[in-house]
């Protein structure tokens, strides 16, 4: 079993930046690829970017390419997310996610494991 509470959401500016954590309870974190998705008002939640047990492989979302960051420590069962030059349309309620496999999964349905999200808005 895995708790995961999400951090650091907030209100920033167009053009700004945040950093999310994602704090995990559990011995076996560091076996586990995490992922961040999002969810905006009245749209499905969306992938947004994920990261092996290891931390040496990453795949983001398109949309979030080359703006986002995903890291983790394992030391600390911590995943962040660093996400710069922040635009109005990533305004949502971004939620962690844990999966047990191997697999760097891209679909709500390859998560075994949910935070209850943090609410980031960005204003234009």
């Known amino acids: 079993q895995v708790q995961l509470v999400e951090s650091g959401g907030g209100l920033v500016q167009a053009g700004g930046s945040l950093r999310l954590s994602c704090a995990a309870s559990g011995r076996t974190f560091s076996r586990y690829s995490m992922a961040w998705f999002r969810q905006a008002p009245g749209k499905e939640r969306e992938f947004v970017a994920v990261?092996?047990?290891?931390?040496?492989?990453?795949y983001y979302a398109g949309s979030v390419k080359g703006r986002f960051t995903i890291s983790r420590d394992n030391a600390k069962n911590t995943v962040y997310l660093q996400m710069n030059s922040l635009k109005p349309e990533d305004t949502a309620v971004y939620y962690c996610?844990?999966?047990?496999?191997?697999?760097?999964?891209?679909?709500?349905?390859?998560?075994?494991?949910w935070g209850q999200g943090t609410q980031v808005t960005i204003s234009s």
């Open positions: 996610a844990a999966d047990p496999g191997l697999r760097l999964g891209v679909r709500l349905g390859d998560y075994d494991y």
């Open positions: 990261i092996s047990w290891s931390g040496s492989n990453t």
